[in-house]
């Protein structure tokens, strides 16, 4: 790659520059090996790839099929009922669309996340509050916490991403119906299942049934992820018929296109590949982390996405390790410093083949270690150490205090808080539920024999972190509580009004202090959930 391949870092409002601009920097047409973007590099399959090829010409010329016609196949797929489903131009457009309808005056996202769910609603001037994961217990969410924290800020959006990226912490499906029921007061609750269907830590892991009997949920799915597809845009959300289609009849005719049309009309002649892809990234990511906790001083976190998400040794800095790796060995690694919540210090390593993974563990060698193994590398005066998109981040947030409006924070600050919202508008309610046939059975394919489990005592422990130079400590953050959840109706004992914007609620940060804020005491190895079950095509147990 070209030496001067960190000016795209510089001169892009996104995390990383497109494949498209790295493959013209490269000058011969060919693009770095990516473990950058999450995808699946099992499917689509050469033959689907080829198929697709074929047709190009007619995919390409003609207009495709309204999205009812496309929902409707995709539906008929995953045995869903198409009233409760909206497909939207990527999973994006249809978190712009719940910004924009359904979100009043506040959401509350666990940090470090996908990005899009703090910077949108902070854009059209929503109040985000932000409920830092800390290092020190892994970034695993304590629902009970955050429960806490939702109420005592007055949140009435709550979002929870699961698996989570960049960390691919996973939270079971008992406890998430636990939770949505706890916050049934709320406006709205959405389950960002993007990544779910790599995991493989429970048989039926989905909450989708759950979602589509209670009026205040949304689940989030993406066809891009799963399908390694992320040039199509496609995704989908399923809940009761009431917000779906309130969804739906905001989207625009066209707004899925022929690629997507054509993709989804295959699925069904390709459900046994699709189903050996999964499996096959899951052994993968075991394998992958295998090898990447035998570098000294390389902490990998345990996940169930399609990703890993791992701390550089100490004194190794992110933006030279992710520069370093694409002008020496042609590896692209996502950098997570523009991440609130997190810093340059970690990466997301994208799971891909053997081969893959080899390659991106001697470059990973060379880049930290030189010719002594074990020795990081310091902080060196090369490359870009400060990350793409973290300027912007980090202006928005520290004039608004995640306010999303410019001097809201300071106008609150000065009169001691902020005016009561309005009356929470009622959306409509649903009909009495209606009783939607349950997914058929998925098909049995053969299971490939599963490769043995690597005990604890192969992941290495986490070195310790140094003690940090004496810094202002920010407020201290939520205090434990009991293991059940807050019932809906203790919300009469908080206070009734958000708390403003630039004032910390109790036990709570607002979201500058947020940034960067991670524990100082290294995650322990938890070991690896069970591999082996997982879903079908359908994204049922199989």
């Not at 995390?15 to 920097?25: C, D, G, V, W």
């Not at 709550?158 to 636990?178: E, R």
């Not at 066209?254 to 054509?262: G, R, S, V």
Request: charged share 15%.
């Amino acid at each position: 790659m070209a030496e001067n391949v960190t000016s795209l870092f510089r001169s892009t409002a996104a995390h990383s520059p497109s494949m498209a601009a790295l493959t013209r920097e490269g000058g011969d047409g060919a693009g770095p090996i990516d473990f950058c973007i999450p995808c699946n590099p099992y499917f689509p399959t050469p033959a689907m790839f080829d198929d697709m090829a074929g047709r190009l010409r007619d995919i390409v010329t003609y207009y495709p099929s309204s999205a009812d016609t496309i929902t409707a196949e995709l539906c008929n797929l995953l045995q869903l009922p198409p009233q409760a489903v909206a497909m939207g131009n990527g999973s994006t457009e249809l978190i712009t669309w719940i910004d924009h309808l359904m979100v009043r005056e506040s959401l509350a996202i666990p940090v470090p996340t996908f990005g899009r769910w703090t910077d949108q609603p902070m854009e059209t001037g929503k109040r985000v509050d932000m409920f830092p994961l800390q290092e020190s217990s892994g970034f695993a969410l304590d629902l009970a916490q955050y429960a806490e924290f939702i109420r005592a800020r007055g949140t009435r959006v709550a979002v929870i991403c699961n698996p989570n990226n960049p960390d691919g912490g996973y939270l079971h499906k008992h406890a998430l119906v636990q939770f949505m029921d706890a916050m049934a007061d709320r406006d709205l609750i959405v389950i960002d299942e993007s990544f779910l269907e790599f995991a493989d830590a429970e048989q039926e892991p989905s909450v989708v049934q759950e979602a589509m009997l209670r009026p205040n949920v949304i689940v989030l799915r993406s066809l891009g992820k799963n399908f390694g597809l992320h040039g199509i845009r496609f995704g989908y959300l399923v809940a009761n018929p009431a917000l779906a289609g309130r969804i739906r009849s905001m989207l625009p005719k066209w707004n899925l296109n022929a690629f997507a049309e054509h993709v989804v009309f295959m699925l069904k002649n390709h459900g046994q590949e699709y189903a050996q892809s999964l499996h096959q990234v899951r052994r993968d990511r075991l394998d992958m982390a295998s090898q990447l906790s035998a570098l000294p001083g390389l902490t990998v976190y345990p996940s169930q996405g399609n990703f890993l998400f791992v701390r550089l040794p100490v004194g190794a800095e992110g933006t030279v390790v992710r520069d370093r790796l694409l002008t020496e060995h042609r590896i692209l690694v996502r950098e997570c410093g523009n991440k609130i919540g997190s810093s340059s210090r970690f990466l997301r390593l994208v799971v891909r083949p053997q081969v893959d993974v080899r390659r991106l563990v001697s470059g990973l060698e060379q880049v930290l270690y030189g010719t002594r193994r074990g020795a990081a590398v310091p902080e060196l005066g090369t490359g870009t150490n400060y990350s793409s998109g973290t300027a912007a981040v980090d202006r928005l947030v520290g004039q608004t205090n995640g306010a999303g409006v410019q001097g809201l924070a300071a106008q609150a600050m000065a009169s001691g808080g902020m005016p009561q919202p309005a009356a929470a508008q009622a959306y409509p309610q649903p009909a009495a539920a209606q009783a939607y046939p349950q997914p058929v059975a998925a098909q049995a394919y053969p299971q490939p024999v599963p490769p043995a489990q690597p005990t604890p005592a192969q992941m290495p422990q986490p070195i310790p972190a140094p003690q940090p130079i004496p810094a202002p400590q920010p407020v201290p953050a939520p205090q434990p509580v009991p293991a059940q959840f807050p019932a809906a109706a203790a919300s009469a004992a908080q206070p009734t009004g958000p708390t403003p914007p630039g004032v910390p609620a109790r036990g709570g940060l607002t979201a500058a202090q947020v940034r960067g804020t991670n524990g100082l005491t290294p995650a322990p190895a938890t070991g690896w959930p069970n591999a082996g079950s997982w879903p079908s095509a359908a994204g049922q147990a199989g």
